[in-house]
């Protein structure tokens, strides 16, 4: 492989030679000019390329629904969609399920209708998610901004005419072949409707648990650092506050267990909490199941000692600042789970 990739993904399943889907695994990847190529992942042979675009430069790609949907994502930017139109495309996505590769939507997310304070989007599990300055993040119906904004149905391979009544450049061509590339399929002229939004510091947010919860970081005024809270009811649940543990040399990170169970990790510099989610009658509450620790609580206990004299008095002894350093456990610098060997291993 020649041209540089900028991004890869792998799916289980792929294409066969003649191009239709089939068992043999394949590797999605997005070139640095412009092109969406398919390769078998064993024989390395290209399965099928796909022209995007020469005006949006897409830059990211992950799959926006596990093994269905990818979706590629282009630099942020400020410019004018074309000179007449007074409107200012953010970023712009590009959808395409891949049993069979087919394009599900290219849109613009406009400043103009979605704020002026966007530091960022994404396209996730079929939710379209804005991020505000403010720490606001919004979440809207992706799938219903597809049925109901739809305003050019293309496939690729085939011959199109662009329209221009959108405001969008005119073009004819081949979807997806030089020069055409992928025309905008979605005309996004009014604000969808908001399914829900919330507020998280540094825009931090995770999904999970059963029935769905999500946690979140309060204002960093607040002492505790994460917030575990249901999503029917957007409240914090019982037992929800994660406070930052102590002797934090690193920032602290929590989500979902990697099992899908109901089960939360929180990870601090010193220890591994894990969290189950119980629900009961509709109210939820967080029940610590296990702690590592990596305090040594051997020489935690040999460093209390204190020699007392006859009389009972204790002797109170210098303290270097070796010894000081020598309380603070060494630091957390990773974790992984194995699903398979079910091991959780720091």
């Known amino acids: 492989i020649h041209d540089k990739s900028l991004e890869a993904v792998v799916c289980c399943n792929g294409w066969i030679s003649d191009g239709e889907f089939g ?40 799959w926006e629904s596990d093994l269905q949907r990818v979706v590629l994502k ?13 409107r200012c495309q953010f970023v712009t996505f590009a959808v395409f399920t891949v049993d069979p590769l087919e394009l599900t939507a290219l849109f613009h997310v406009e400043k103009e209708l979605f704020g002026s304070d966007i530091v960022d989007a994404a396209v996730n599990q079929h939710l379209l998610v804005i991020f505000h300055r403010n720490g606001i993040i919004e979440f809207f119906d992706f799938d219903s901004i597809v049925a109901t904004h739809t305003t050019q149905h293309v496939r690729l391979f085939e011959p199109f005419a662009m329209q221009d009544s959108s405001g969008y450049q005119s073009m004819d061509g081949i979807v997806g072949e030089q020069p055409l590339g992928i025309p905008a399929t979605i005309n996004l002229s009014s604000r969808p409707p908001l399914l829900f939004q ?18 979140r970081c309060p204002s960093p005024k607040h002492r505790d650092l994460f917030h575990v809270c249901s999503l029917a ?25 990697p099992d899908s ?8 510099s ?4 894990c969290y189950d989610i119980i629900t009961k009658q509709d109210k939820s509450e ?16 040999q460093l209390s000692e204190l020699p007392i004299t006859s009389s009972g008095r204790q002797v ?31």
């Open 316 to 346: 109170k002894r210098l303290c270097n600042l070796k010894e000081a350093f020598n309380k603070i456990p060494e630091p957390i610098q990773a974790i992984d789970y194995e699903d398979e060997l079910q091991l959780f291993v720091v």
């Open 270 to 273: 010193a220890a591994i909490h």
């Open 23 to 62: 068992s043999t695994p394949c590797l999605i990847t997005l070139k640095a000019d412009g092109w969406l190529v398919i390769y078998g992942l064993y024989s390395g042979q290209v399965v099928k390329k796909v022209y995007l675009s020469r005006h949006y430069k897409f830059r990211h790609l992950a």
């Open 286 to 301: 967080l029940s610590e199941r296990f702690c590592i620790s990596m305090r040594s609580t051997q020489s935690e206990s």
């Open 261 to 268: 169970s109901n089960s939360v990790i929180h990870v601090g």
């Open 198 to 215: 919330l507020t998280s510091h540094q825009n931090h947010v995770a999904f999970g648990g059963n029935p769905y919860h999500f946690i």
């Open 233 to 257: 009811s957007l409240q914090l649940i019982g037992n929800g506050q994660l406070e930052r543990c102590e002797f934090n040399l690193e920032d602290d990170y929590a989500f979902f267990h």
């Open 74 to 86: 282009s630099i942020r930017s400020d410019r004018a969609i074309n000179a007449i139109a007074d």
